[in-house]
Nanobody, 125 residues
């Protein structure tokens, strides 16, 4: 079992960059697929990116391809989401999520069991 904790959110201007981090406790971090989702009020939670257990395979939502990059460090129990060329529509609460062992192509929130509390990202124009 893991408990993700997000950090790194904040206010950034259009075109800027921001890096989010997700850390977890426990010695089994490398056994989990990690993903990022985001949500704005009134909308469903949207898949952003995911990486498999050793970051050999990554997956991105169409709206962030080419602008966001996900990476992980299994020694530090950390997954980072580097966000660049940010747009106002990237604004939202960003959540880190985990699922056991496999399923890097899973993009529905119901397919992930463990969730963090979220971190706010605001992109101002």
């Amino acid at each position: 079992q893991v408990q993700p904790v997000e950090s790194g959110g904040g206010l950034v201007q259009v075109g800027g960059s921001l890096r989010l981090s997700c850390t977890t406790s426990g010695r089994t971090f490398e056994n989990y697929v990690i993903a990022w989702f985001r949500q704005v009020p009134g909308k469903e939670r949207e898949f952003v990116a995911s990486c498999d257990r050793f970051a050999d395979v990554t997956n991105y939502g169409d709206s962030v391809k080419g602008r966001f990059s996900i990476s992980r460090d299994n020694v530090e129990n950390t997954v980072n989401l580097q966000m660049s060329s940010l747009k106002p529509e990237d604004t939202g609460v960003y959540y880190c999520a985990a699922r056991w062992w496999s399923g890097v192509k899973k993009i529905r929130p119901t397919e992930y069991m463990y969730w963090g509390q979220g971190t706010q990202v605001t992109v101002s124009s």
